[in-house]
């Protein structure tokens, strides 16, 4: 595996990308490749296999786009792009269309909750690559709209949750529909090793390349997490966005934890939109967009955008539920803090979750700063030394 930290400066011409390809770059303002950019694309384009692991933000759509553009420039074929979320189908589907658009290399982006008339409407015109979330995309190949027999370059975004156990099963069937000699590609911000495992049945002697070692949160983003009950919660909240006055990304457990939430934002005159799988995938889009054209300031979230948001200048990520798991903290928090820029993320954490805590301070590597908010009465906040012995005492009280 090559683990790459250094510093470099290159430009895509450096990278020997197809002329074409430069000049569509150049016109969007983009000159200087990533980490991740500079080490994928070049063996990419030759037709490698290639695990890629860096964090959220660092351009892994270009980091495989670009070498799936310029095959198909040259070679006959279609590709695929498997992805976990809706909302990332449709803004790797955005990328495409800016690079892939003027090439004439069209792409369509098949994700459940819009119409499928029109997705097989548009799948008879030239669509030599294809953006899809796996549900959608067994549909489509169950009732023969599509085919997948030329499909030679394939990537899996956010492979750590393409292959985790809920999405092997889709995942497996899918790949017996697309052509045996192809090119296989994995890109997330974490990758444990038992998925690497999995991944390799699918791979013919993969580079891996690691930009930063897995599930490292990025050193632009200012980290700092709050012990406070969950019923004062809203009220440290408050407090926050009223201090932030920026772009706020709040994240929510649950669906009806995000609901309730932005109910009682709106209440308060927070501008604020709502994005969560009891919304239908039309009104999904318009918070989106609301968001990122800053009508709202604050989208209020579950797990679904922490890998399907690409919005620019969110200054403020909250995570007013820690995640379930400890990985997606990563995922998280890099909504902000994006293209080298400052970001800052904020978590609460009820008494009784030291284990979360740890289990997010193991994963990231990193200890996250406790603080106590000048503003709200001490007893609001408790330090996790404190909770131990407390919880100690109180489980030998019950004993007792």
Do not use: W
Not at 78 to 107: M, N, W
């Amino acid at each position: 595996m090559e683990t790459v930290f250094q510093d470099f400066q290159l430009t895509f011409h450096d990278l020997h990308i197809p002329a074409k390809i430069i000049e569509i770059l150049d016109r969007l303002g983009l000159s200087h490749p990533s980490f991740i950019q500079a080490k994928t694309i070049p063996p990419g384009i030759e037709g490698q296999d290639l695990v890629g692991i860096a964090q959220t933000g660092t351009g892994k759509t270009l980091a495989y786009g670009v070498p799936m553009l310029a095959r198909l420039m040259h070679t006959q074929g279609r590709g695929l792009v498997l992805a976990p979320t809706r909302e990332l189908a449709v803004q790797i589907h955005d990328t495409f269309k800016k690079i892939g658009g003027p090439l004439g290399i069209y792409s369509a982006c098949l994700i459940g909750g819009e119409d499928i008339r029109k997705q097989i409407k548009e799948l008879r015109s030239d669509i030599r690559v294809i953006i899809a979330t796996p549900g959608r995309m067994l549909d489509h190949l169950r009732q023969q709209t599509t085919r997948l027999d030329d499909a030679i370059i394939i990537v899996l975004d956010e492979a750590d949750r393409m292959l985790d156990m809920g999405f092997i099963p889709q995942v497996e069937t899918i790949f017996k529909y697309v052509a045996q000699k192809r090119q296989t590609l994995l890109f997330s911000a974490t990758m444990p090793e038992a998925i690497i495992k999995i991944a390799h049945q699918y791979m013919h002697h993969p580079t891996h390349i690691e930009i930063t070692p897995p599930a490292t949160a990025a050193e632009n983003i200012d980290q700092t997490l709050y012990i406070v009950s969950h019923a004062n919660k809203l009220h440290l909240l408050e407090k926050f966005l009223h201090k932030h006055k920026v772009s706020t990304l709040i994240f929510c457990r649950t669906k009806m934890g995000a609901a309730r939430l932005a109910r009682n934002l709106k209440l308060k005159n927070f501008k604020t939109a709502e994005i969560h799988s009891d919304k239908n995938q039309e009104d999904r889009q318009m918070a989106l967009e609301s968001f990122k054209k800053n009508h709202v300031r604050i989208l209020v979230a579950t797990e679904i955008a922490a890998r399907g948001i690409d919005v620019k200048d969110i200054g403020l990520v909250v995570n007013y539920d820690l995640p379930d798991d400890p990985d997606n903290y990563v995922h998280r928090i890099g909504r902000t803090g994006r293209a080298g820029r400052a970001g800052l993320a904020i978590s609460f954490a009820c008494p009784d979750q030291l284990d979360n805590i740890k289990a997010i301070e193991k994963s990231i590597q990193t200890k996250i700063v406790i603080q106590e908010h000048p503003d709200m009465p001490k007893e609001y906040f408790t330090h996790p030394k404190k909770l131990a012995k407390e919880k100690s005492r109180h489980f030998h009280r019950r004993r007792r």
